[in-house]
Each structure stands twice: as structure tokens, then as C-alpha cells.
Nanobody
Framework: QVQLVESGGGLVQAGGSLRLSCAAS????????VGWFRQAPGKEREFVAS????????YRAGSVKGRFTMSRDNAGNTVYLHMNSLKPDDTAVYFC????????????WGQGTQVTVSS
């Protein structure tokens, strides 16, 4: 297991930008795929984006394509979620998660960071 800590959340106006960070410790970070998920009040947690071990491949949910990107710094054990053109619908608690290749489940989760987008 790897320990994950998110940071960078906050209050931003619609159209603004935020960068979330997910810092990892405990194991070799580069062996893990990393994903971002979010959960809005009264809604189920949903997938936002993920990034491969090398950082060369990323996947994003349709609702954030063209606005959110991911990057990773394996030397610094950190993954980033770059969020642009934020909308009030992006308001949620954002979680990062990690899993190893071949694992079906996301075995490690952070505690989450709140993102609030005002209209």
C-alpha cells in the first residue's frame, strides 16, 4: 500500500483554475497507476481522470475533457490534477487513489480535498 495526501483544494469562481496535488509515500510510487475521483453532496463518487505509471497515458471522464489534465512527477512522488474553466458542477470532494498494474481495485486512497466553485 501507498499513503496518499491530497492538497490544493479551495474556493474559486466559475471559469477559474486550481491545481490539486496528490503526494505519495511508503512504497515505490512509479509502480502505481493513479486516479482522481470526486464526490459531490448527495451523489456517488465518480471517476475524473487517471494516469499511467510513466505519465504517458491519461484518461479523463467526458465531463472534464478539454478542461482537466493530469501529470505526474515520479521523482517527487506527486501527481497533479490541473483543473481549468471550472464550473459550479465541479464542486466536490476530490480524492486521489492508486493501484498497481493488474490490480482491479484502487487499493490506496487519500482523505480528499474540497473544491468549491462559485457561480
Amino acid at each position: 500500500q501507498v499513503q496518499l495526501v491530497e492538497s490544493g483544494g479551495g474556493l474559486v469562481q466559475a471559469g477559474g483554475s486550481l491545481r490539486l496535488s496528490c503526494a505519495a509515500s511508503g512504497r515505490t510510487f512509479s509502480v502505481y497507476l493513479v486516479g482522481w475521483f470526486r464526490q459531490a453532496p448527495g451523489k456517488e463518487r465518480e471517476f475524473v481522470a487517471s494516469i499511467s505509471r510513466s505519465g504517458s497515458i491519461t484518461y479523463r471522464a467526458g465531463s472534464v475533457k478539454g478542461r482537466f489534465t493530469m501529470s505526474r512527477d515520479n521523482a517527487g512522488n506527486t501527481v497533479y490534477l490541473h483543473m481549468n474553466s471550472l464550473k459550479p458542477d465541479d464542486t466536490a470532494v476530490y480524492f486521489c487513489a492508486a493501484r498497481r498494474d493488474g490490480d482491479r481495485d484502487w487499493g490506496s486512497w487519500g482523505q480528499g480535498t474540497q473544491v468549491t466553485v462559485s457561480s
